[in-house]
Nanobody, 124 residues
Framework: QVQLVESGGGLVQAGGSLRLSCAASGRTFSPYVMGWFRQAPGKEREFVAAIIWSGSGSYYADSVKGRFTISRDNAKNTVYLQMNSLKPEDTAVYYC?????????????????WGQGTQVTVSS
């Protein structure tokens, strides 16, 4: 079993920055892809960013391109989401997820493990 624990959320003013972390623990951790998703109140969970664990590529939603950066530290089994130039519309619960097999990184249904989420609130 794999456990994912997010941290780093909080309240920030528009234009500010936050860095989210997701630490994985449990059995030998070797995912194919790690992703970040978010869910705002009354909305469906949406894809934010994903990174191939081997480092061969990353993916971003159009809404965050140029502002968010996903990275990973394989030695620490940790994935990060650096969020800059935050906007009120970025307010949501952010979830980390891991997929064990090769699959479309943007689809939530392809992920096997999920964290509990961390709240990000951006004030205007």
């Amino acid at each position: 079993q794999v456990q994912l624990v997010e941290s780093g959320g909080g309240l920030v003013q528009a234009g500010g920055s936050l860095r989210l972390s997701c630490a994985a623990s449990g059995r030998t951790f070797s995912p194919y892809v790690m992703g970040w998703f978010r869910q705002a109140p009354g909305k469906e969970r949406e894809f934010v960013a994903a990174i191939i664990w081997s480092g061969s590529g990353s993916y971003y939603a159009d809404s965050v391109k140029g502002r968010f950066t996903i990275s990973r530290d394989n030695a620490k089994n940790t994935v990060y989401l650096q969020m800059n130039s935050l906007k009120p519309e970025d307010t949501a619960v952010y979830y980390c997820a891991a997929a064990l097999s090769g699959a479309l990184p943007v689809a939530a249904g392809n992920y096997d493990y999920w964290g509990q989420g961390t709240q990000v609130t951006v004030s205007s």
